[in-house]
């Protein structure tokens, strides 16, 4: 089998294309290493078919989707901080990108699995979220949300060339996903903290750090992609993909200050101070995934202390190849 992963040299799509071409399957990658960085596919690069690339060259797109038997479509930009930076970037790779990405394998008929977020449910506050939670965001200026909007479009695109043409596609959506090779670059939170706390310097909790997230380790993710891309009776389908045990970003803080043994202490920030006007944090984040455990019998394999210990791992042993 041929797997085309969009986005592949990023932190999701990297441990996908580890997870094939473990398993004997052709990978291509298609990149244009905005975000992703070639150090996390470096190890496998002479195996794969490595294509810098955008999204939204048509013509590219085209190629490689025809000549693939499934396609991972990863391929987004994201990360709070980044797209409250490059907002107009961030809409035009995530929407008008994925359209392309969608027709093509509309009309070459590939099976194709689509990431999409939590983010689209916004600030719902009915937890846990199921699949037909509610969409709950804030006016179009509150410029956070625009991730959301475009995810959002992307996953009605892709239902709607599933009813009209029989797109072969699943969706999955993916809830606070952690594990190594994950950046802090661009706003998340646990290789921020990780990397703060082997520094020792101040772990920076914005607003008063009682907003909770739930965390799912890459490999569980990576998992969940392989057993819904291979069974058909998810096309059509869409799912929550997520972690269980839930953790406010407090606790969090001092959990990795306990675990790497650090001097850091903890610093309240304000959000206005972390982030330019236009931005609002939802509270909580809980997914529900009983549909993907009835579905596909998935589930977690991994806790938040696994994940945080091979992040904590991951880093040191980085800091320690820079000695
Ligand atoms: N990490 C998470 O917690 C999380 C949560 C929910 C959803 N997701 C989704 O999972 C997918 C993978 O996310 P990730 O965490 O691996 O992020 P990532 O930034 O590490 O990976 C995204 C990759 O896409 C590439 N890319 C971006 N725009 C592109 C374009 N126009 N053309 C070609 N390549 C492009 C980047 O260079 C990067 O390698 C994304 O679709 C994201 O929206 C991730």
Redesign the pocket.
């Known amino acids: 089998m041929h797997v085309l992963i ?9 441990h996908l294309a580890d997870f094939y071409l473990s398993e004997g399957q052709q990978v291509t990658v ?8 070639l150090a ?1 596919i470096e190890g496998i690069l002479a195996g794969i078919n490595f294509v810098t ?4 060259d048509s013509k590219t797109v085209n190629e490689l989707v025809s000549s693939s038997d499934l396609v991972l ?7 709070v901080k980044n797209i409250m930076e490059n907002t107009l970037e961030s809409i035009d ?2 929407f008008m ?1 994925s359209e392309v990405v969608l027709k093509a394998a509309t009309k070459h008929k590939k099976r194709i699995i689509l ?5 689209i449910y916004g600030k719902n506050s009915q937890q846990p979220l199921h699949e037909e939670s509610d969409r709950v965001v804030g006016a179009p200026q509150m410029i956070r949300w625009t ?1 959301s909007d475009s ?1 959002a479009l992307e996953e009605a695109s892709a239902y709607v060339m599933h009813n009209r043409f029989g797109l072969p596609v699943t969706t999955a ?6 594990g190594p090779r ?2 802090g670059q ?1 706003g ?1 939170v646990i290789p921020r903290f990780v990397q703060a706390a082997l520094s020792n310097e101040d772990l920076l909790v914005y607003g008063d750090g009682t907003q909770s997230r739930v965390f799912c380790h890459v490999s569980d993710v990576v998992n969940a992609v392989n057993l819904v891309a291979n069974d058909d009776r998810t096309i059509g389908d869409y799912f929550n993909v997520g972690g269980v045990g839930e953790i406010s970003i407090m606790e969090l803080a001092q959990r990795i200050i306990e675990m790497t043994g650090s001097k850091s202490r903890i610093k309240p920030v304000d959000y206005s101070e972390a982030y330019a006007a236009g931005f609002e944090d939802m509270q909580r984040r809980v997914p529900d995934i009983t549909k993907i455990a009835n579905s596909v019998g998935w589930k977690p394999s991994k806790n938040l202390d696994n994940i945080l210990a091979d992040v904590i791992n991951f880093f040191q042993s980085r800091l320690q190849s820079w000695l």
């Open positions: 969009t986005g592949g040299a990023g932190f999701i799509g990297s298609l990149d244009n290493l905005s975000t992703g960085n996390n690339g955008d999204i939204r479509h990863m391929a987004a930009y994201l990360g790779s995530n990108g990431a999409s977020t939590s983010e991730y995810k959506r993916f809830f606070n996903t952690v994950q950046t661009y998340m």
